[in-house]
């Protein structure tokens, strides 16, 4: 699916423990017409979805398990070198 930005299509994930920091930016991305996908931790993000390149990754740096830092890190180590931003509350 394109996004309203023409023929770029991507898929921007959302890993944050807070369900509603997960739901207010899937909103802000949708009145840009971006598409995104919550996941409320690090495993659930890695169990859920084969991010691609040409994604990209919001986030939390305090999580349950495994924190922001060491799952970017582990995307990293498998290849994926897709663009992120790590946030802290």
Do not use: K, W, Y
């Not at 423990?17 to 409320?40: K, Y």
């Amino acid at each position: 699916m394109a996004s309203a930005r023409g023929m770029l299509s991507l898929m921007i994930f959302i890993v944050d423990d807070d369900q509603a920091v997960r739901h207010s930016l899937s909103l802000l991305l949708a009145s840009e017409g971006l598409d995104s996908q919550g996941f409320g931790s690090p495993r659930e993000f890695l169990d859920g979805c084969r991010p691609s390149n040409d994604d990209r990754v919001i986030i939390d740096v305090d999580l349950p398990g495994m924190n922001g830092v060491e799952l970017l890190q582990h995307l990293r180590a498998q290849g994926l070198t897709l663009p992120a931003v790590v946030i802290t509350g």
